[in-house]
Each structure stands twice: as structure tokens, then as C-alpha cells.
């Protein structure tokens, strides 16, 4: 049975026992809409955006840098709101409030960028739409910690890397057959998916009585920085992890804001076939996301996952050199088998690795490592193709990074991370 014992704030925490209640496929399925809401926003604004922003006549460098679902913001609010939610509590529970206050705002902000207003108010409604989601996204993936168990988590997490891959292959299909004659309706659908999918999480998802009921605790969200590094370095594991999590959205957000602009620059497509063409490797990577998800619960999620990176980086660094749509589609696809696996895995590794009465904390942390890297990523990558001339040189950044992100993982020791808790 479930072991309940008190934790160091004087909440309960339930320690997996191997005897854990199963989280359902309905329930599953209500929590994973949400990653088709997050999915349908990530691949509005890694392939949409990006011509969006052309059309402004941004530097390559300011593309990278506003094309992102990740932006610096949204990385520092997921840390402040990550803590916040542990300290909440509402009949609601601790996480569903900030999604229920993200998400509208990040519908009025696209909404407003369908306007086309003047570049300013652009700028404002984009960061306004990115950090909305943020302060919603955080606290909806720290409901992996609480509410899947351990020995569930690996194929909960493909679930909801699968709802991701089918959110982007839906704006991605729907951009390819309307960007250019009617923008307009892109826009409206990314706001009413957002709406739709975040409220079935909310309405089905739930929190478990454990969870919703608890007392709020005394505890402060301190500000001596000082301390929190030493208190978080005591989580050995988790600290180490934040390292090839670093990486890994480090480099692709090297690569991905450029995806569709590279099709149209170096392989001379036209930008509905640029779409069409990003759809192959997200379609692989919705494929690949369920077995993977198997694979890390019936292996372990550490070596599934060095595979995939190792994979990834490769093939990254292989498709960097095509030259015709035909090599494109090969290379696509396997970087989409890749992607898959790392999907699949990377935020359950981390569930793995945290503790449970630290998890909307410590989730933010992890979240934050991505929103923090992959600006910095796409500006870099954006910079090296201003200064080559060519977008090919974010791909082979990203294949490298990618390589040394498999080596910092190596490190890492999830069985111990059981002791740190």
C-alpha cells in the first residue's frame, strides 16, 4: 500500500509503495488534451511565427529570439510559479488556478497578434502570449509528479508528447492550407484549441483528494539565493539533469525557428511545401512517442533517452548537409524518430528525479532550464546564420550540442535519486 509520511513542511506526502492506484486512459487522456492545446501554440509559433516575424523584416537574430514558445520570461516565471503553487491551496487544488489564469490571457494575445498591429504592440501581445502560457504550463506538467506513478510515468509522458506532436500537426496542416491566403483563421484556431484543450485538464484531469485538500503551509518562497542553490545542489540528481536538459533545448531551439525558412531559403520550396515538409518529422515523432514511452517504462528512461540523444544529434548533424526536397523527407523523418524518444522522455526522467513535495517547484526549475536555453539557442543560431549567410549553420550547432547533452547525461543516477527526497 501507500506509505503516507509527514514531509519537512508538515504536509503528507505519499511515497510509491509499488501498490499505487493506476492512473486511467479517461483520465490520461483528459490531462494529455492540454499538451494538444501547448503542442498546437508550439507549432504555431516555431513555423508560423517565424514567417510572421519576416514579414516585419526582423533580423535573422530577432526571429530567433521572439519566435519561441519559450522566451527568457516565461523561463523566470516558471521558477516563481513553479514555488507558488506548491504554497496553494484552493478547492481547486495547487495547480489548476494558474492555468485557469494563463490561459485566457494567452488566448486575448493571439488573438491581438491576428490584428497585425504596429510592431510595438506586437512585440508586448507576443511576450504577453508566451509568458501566459508559461505561467500555465509549469504547474500543468508538475501534475505528472502528482498525480501519475512512478512505474506509469514513462508511458503518461508519450501520452502527452503525443497530444504535443498532434497539436503541431494540426497547425502545421491547417498553416500549410491557409497561411497565405487566410492567416486570420490560423490565428482564431490556435486561441480556441487553447481554450478547449486546457479545459478538459481542468474539467477531467483533476488533482488527487491529496492533493486539493492539503493545508496550506507556513513555508515562504525565500529570496536568498544563497541558500536555495545550496538547498537545491542536496538533489544531487536533479541538478546534474538540469545540465543535458540545458543542451538539449539548447540546441533545438538552434534549429527550429529556422525549420521552415530553411526549406524556402536553401531547398527553394514555397512556404505551404515548407509546412508540409516540417509535418513529416513532427508526424514521426507522434509515432514514436508511445513506444518510447514503453520502451523507458520497461528499460529504464536513462538509457532510452542516451539513445535517443545520441541519435538525434547525428541525424541533425547528417540532414545539415541536404540538398534536395527528397533528401529533406529522409532526413526528417529520421530526426522525427529521434525527437520522438526525447520527447517521450525527457519531462518523466525529470518526475523520476524530483521531489514530490517540491514538485510544482523543482518542475518550474526544470521548465525553466528549456524556456531559458532555447531563446539563447535560436539568437544564437540566428547570429550564425547572419554571419555565414547561409541557415545551415544553426543545424550543424545543434547536432553538436545535442552530442554533448548525451554526454552530460551520462552522469546522472535516477536510483538515487529515491534517497534524496
Not at 494538444?36 to 517565424?50: D, K, W
Amino acid at each position: 500500500m501507500n506509505r503516507v509520511l509527514p514531509n519537512r513542511a508538515g504536509q503528507q506526502d505519499t511515497h510509491d509503495d509499488g501498490d499505487e492506484i493506476d492512473f486511467s486512459p479517461v483520465r490520461a487522456a483528459a490531462y494529455s488534451a492540454g499538451s494538444v492545446s501547448a503542442g498546437t501554440v508550439f507549432g504555431f509559433t516555431n513555423a508560423a511565427l517565424p514567417l510572421y516575424l519576416a514579414s516585419y523584416e526582423f533580423s535573422n537574430v530577432a526571429i530567433g529570439l521572439l519566435a519561441q514558445d519559450r522566451p527568457p520570461l516565461a523561463g523566470v516565471s516558471q521558477i516563481i510559479v513553479g514555488a507558488l503553487s506548491d504554497r496553494t491551496h484552493t478547492r481547486l487544488g495547487r495547480r489548476r488556478p494558474y492555468i485557469l489564469a494563463g490561459v485566457p490571457v494567452a488566448v486575448v494575445a493571439v488573438l491581438a497578434l491576428a490584428l497585425r498591429p504596429p510592431v510595438g504592440i506586437m512585440v508586448l501581445a507576443l511576450v504577453l502570449m508566451t509568458t501566459a502560457l508559461a505561467v500555465a504550463y509549469g504547474p500543468y506538467l508538475a501534475l505528472l509528479r502528482d498525480l501519475v506513478p512512478e512505474r506509469q510515468r514513462g508511458r503518461v509522458g508519450a501520452a502527452l508528447a503525443l497530444g504535443n506532436m498532434l497539436g503541431q500537426l494540426g497547425i502545421l496542416y491547417l498553416a500549410s492550407q491557409l497561411w497565405q491566403t487566410g492567416e486570420e483563421l490560423v490565428f482564431g484556431t490556435v486561441a480556441g484549441v487553447l481554450l478547449v484543450g486546457f479545459g478538459l485538464t481542468v474539467i477531467g484531469g483533476g488533482e488527487p483528494p491529496a492533493v486539493a485538500a492539503r493545508r496550506p503551509t507556513r513555508a515562504a518562497v525565500r529570496a536568498d539565493a544563497r541558500a536555495y542553490l545550496q538547498g537545491l545542489l542536496r538533489h544531487r540528481e536533479v541538478a546534474k539533469y538540469l545540465l543535458p536538459t540545458l543542451c538539449f533545448w539548447f540546441g533545438t531551439g538552434s534549429v527550429v525557428p529556422f525549420l521552415t525558412r530553411f526549406a524556402v531559403n536553401e531547398l527553394g520550396t514555397d512556404e505551404a511545401t515548407a509546412f508540409l515538409l516540417l509535418m513529416i518529422a513532427v508526424g514521426t515523432t507522434a509515432l514514436v512517442t508511445l513506444p518510447a514511452g514503453w520502451l523507458g517504462d520497461r528499460f529504464g528512461k536513462k538509457p532510452v533517452l542516451l539513445g535517443g540523444l545520441v541519435s538525434f544529434g547525428l541525424v541533425v548533424l547528417v540532414g545539415s548537409q541536404v540538398r534536395t526536397v527528397e533528401q529533406a523527407i529522409v532526413a526528417l523523418a529520421a530526426t522525427g524518430v529521434a525527437n520522438g524518444i526525447c520527447t517521450a522522455l525527457l519531462f518523466p526522467l525529470l518526475a523520476d528525479l524530483i521531489p514530490q513535495r517540491r514538485a510544482g517547484e523543482f518542475t518550474g526549475l526544470g521548465t525553466a532550464a528549456w524556456e531559458l536555453a532555447q531563446p539563447v539557442g535560436a539568437m544564437l543560431g540566428g547570429l550564425g546564420a547572419d554571419l555565414t549567410g547561409t541557415l545551415r549553420t544553426p543545424l550543424v550547432t545543434a547536432g553538436l550540442v545535442l552530442l554533448v547533452a548525451s554526454v552530460l547525461l551520462l552522469p546522472v543516477h535516477p536510483e538515487r535519486a529515491a534517497h534524496e527526497d
